[in-house]
């Protein structure tokens, strides 16, 4: 008879949701409550008297009787007390499962005996393995986020590694269009091809919405293009079939991750390969997104600041060499960036929203310019972008620019580039015409690199064509770029048009433009754009008589 009397403590841990076992210092179990039979699926009969080995699996068990004795009173028996340790226990069935187990001792008669308090883990364990599933991972693809795969890739990382990075290009549309199912589907079987394609040692993770990243330990370009391949093939959802373009960005070197990830999603980004191709990170590239990033952060700033300037490029009639116009185009100039070139900073402007507000400036001041010029029939060309166009108040702003700085509406020209009338020839046209109702003058720009059909030409309230410096430049010798030429310049006499031949260089390419029948001219070969101080320098000498000089010593010292 086991000297243990546990009749009190049975009938108070009967009700406890933990399984409750006491053992002697050998190990023999002297009690278990009801929780416990249930928690491992042994008979009361059946545990007690037996070890208590037996909820322990392998290879526990062969350590635990050991354990116990190492923990006998004579050697410490403190160790073994407390509780929270986590451990797993095994049902009678050998199923394991996680347990946290408590344990205190107590001394009867001559006997210490121990209480094991046992709780079953195994929801909580779920519960924190979704936790830390959830965020590691996406849940959509089920493939790893941009935390799991950077720490995946962490700990696969050892030197060389080439870091592709794909986006799909069509998938924010079309989820939107089709919805949260059709996404996941579609997200499902990315990560499936993916699965399929990544070998040992690759990982590969969903890092934005629509852009995934693989890391690959070796720098081998043939993976890249099987990726593509495997990206490649069509999708079926129910009845419908389609493909996703995928712009793929690469880079590649000794690194961490991250600076891999970025570099690869920069020349992702940047497609210089065009969209749907494999795009290469280059220093070359970094360079230039590195002068963009600068320009970004500056430009706002410059536009507060008033830090940008205008100049003027007189207009000139080819007839008589007589300046008849200027056009006005924007400078900036940074103390860290040097010169920016409106060919820089305008596309950035107008991804940034702030297009609008260049706009308004130059306008102002161009408005303040010619204003200035005693000669009232000059008149002043402002650039416009294709988004200032499409914005609703376009026309109230040029009135409102007109009348603060009392300037004569005649005496503007609005220049927009050919390439933004295709995009909307209804809305465009309306805001041409209400343009002209101010009084204002239209004038097609680039005209030539866009796709103007003769049909809305002839519906649009334009007043001239601005040839483009691109067909100029070929000038006198290229008989293609003669062709072209001549053909703007008959459609634009069809048309009842004024023509602007702009980028003149060379007396070449001015006497045959004049003989085109071109009427005015604008070109280095009479001046470079130009300080408004140093225009209506030159608008006052042709005032006294003379026309605009050839080779004009006037502006050889500006650079603009
Ligand atoms: P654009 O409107 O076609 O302006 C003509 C460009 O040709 C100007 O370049 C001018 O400096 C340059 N140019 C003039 N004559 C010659 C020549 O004989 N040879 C050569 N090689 N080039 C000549 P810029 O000032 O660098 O401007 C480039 C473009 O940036 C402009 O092309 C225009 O599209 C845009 N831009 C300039 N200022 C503004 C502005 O205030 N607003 C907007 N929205 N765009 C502007
Ligand atoms: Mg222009
Ligand atoms: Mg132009």
Request: charged fraction near 25%.
């Amino acid at each position: 008879m086991l000297p243990y009397d546990g009749h009190v403590m049975s009938s108070i841990l009967g009700t406890s949701l933990d399984a409750v076992f006491t053992i002697t210092d050998r190990g023999v179990i002297v009690d278990a409550n009801p929780a416990a039979t249930q928690m491992f699926g042994w008979s009361r009969e059946e545990l007690l008297g037996a070890n208590i080995s037996i909820i322990v699996p392998s290879p526990l068990k062969e350590k635990h009787d050991g354990f116990l004795r190492a923990f006998s009173p004579d050697r410490g028996v403190k160790h073994v007390l407390g509780s929270g340790v986590r451990l797993d226990g095994q049902r009678k069935d050998g199923s394991c499962f996680p347990v946290e187990v408590g344990i205190s001792s107590f001394v009867q008669g001559e006997k210490r005996y121990f209480t094991g308090f046992v709780r079953d883990m195994s929801e909580r364990q779920q519960a924190e393995d979704r936790m830390r599933f959830l965020a590691t991972h996406d849940t959509d693809s089920e493939l790893f986020n941009y935390r799991g795969w950077a720490a995946s890739c962490r700990v696969l990382e050892s030197g060389l590694a080439r870091v592709v990075v794909f986006r799909l290009e069509e998938f924010r549309h079309l989820s939107l269009l089709y919805g949260e199912a059709w996404s996941i589907t579609v997200l499902r079987e990315v990560a499936s091809r993916l699965r399929d394609f990544l070998c040992p040692g690759e990982t590969a993770g969903r890092v934005r919405e629509d852009t995934f990243a693989v890391l690959l330990p070796e720098s081998v370009a043939a993976r890249t293009e099987a990726l593509a391949q495997a990206l490649a093939k069509p999708f079926t959802q129910g009845t419908m079939h389609f493909s996703l373009t995928a712009t793929i960005g690469i880079s590649h070197g000794i690194g961490d991750v991250d600076r891999l990830l970025r570099a690869a999603q920069w020349a992702c980004d940047r497609a210089g390969n065009g969209k749907g191709q494999i795009n290469e990170f280059t220093d070359q590239l970094y360079q230039i997104s590195r002068r963009e990033y600068q320009i970004e952060t500056q430009l706002q700033q410059a536009i507060t600041e008033e830090a940008l300037s205008l100049v003027l490029q007189p207009k000139v009639r080819f007839a008589d060499r007589r300046i008849v116009g200027a056009e006005a185009l924007v400078r900036w100039s940074d103390p860290a960036l040097g010169t920016v070139s409106p060919g820089e900073f305008i596309p950035i402007a107008e991804r940034l929203g702030l297009i609008g507000r260049i706009t308004d400036w130059m306008l102002r001041r161009s408005l303040e310019e010619i204003s200035r010029c005693a000669d009232t029939s000059i008149s002043v060309a402002v650039n416009f972008s294709a988004l200032d166009f499409y914005q609703p108040h376009l026309v109230q702003h040029i009135d409102t620019a007109l009348r603060h700085a009392r300037a004569d509406p005649h005496r503007l020209m609005v220049e927009l580039t050919e390439s933004v009338v295709a995009n909307d020839v209804r809305l465009v046209g309306e805001r041409m015409r209400q343009i002209k109702a101010l009084g204002a003058a239209i004038s097609l720009d680039d005209f030539g690199t866009g796709y103007s059909s003769f049909g809305y030409l002839r519906q649009l309230p334009i007043d001239s064509l601005k040839i483009d410096i691109s067909f100029v430049r070929d000038l006198p010798d290229n008989s293609d770029a003669v062709a072209i030429a001549n053909a703007i310049v008959s459609m634009a006499k069809a048309l009842g048009l004024d023509t602007i031949a702009e980028g003149i260089e060379s007396e070449g390419q001015a006497s045959l433009l004049r003989a085109l029948g071109v009427d005015q001219c604008q070109g280095f070969l009479f001046s470079r754009p130009v300080p408004p101080a140093d225009f209506h320098r030159l608008v006052h000498t042709q005032q006294e008589g003379f026309p605009m000089a050839v080779d004009p010593p006037l502006t050889a010292a500006t650079s603009n």
